[in-house]
């Protein structure tokens, strides 16, 4: 069961991600303080989409184990 479900968000993350990415194929210029460049506007809204999801989950990882050792 566990299997098909993974299968199944898998799947829908992969159509999300094209799907993003046919609908904004237009390329954007960014400039950060160390890196400058041009990509398509879809890759840019993922690579956020994906950094902004790693870095909430590492601040909910790191305030439980705060809790925790504050419990303890």
Known sequence: MFRWVLLLMVVVAVALGLFVG???PQDV???LMW???QWPLGALLLVA?????????LFST???????????
């Open 22 to 24: 046919v609908l904004n």
């Open 49 to 57: 989409f994906i950094l902004g999801g790693v870095v909430t989950w």
């Open 62 to 72: 790191l305030f439980g184990w705060m809790r925790l050792k504050k419990r303890r």
């Open 29 to 31: 210029t960014f400039d």
């Open 35 to 37: 890196v400058q460049g």
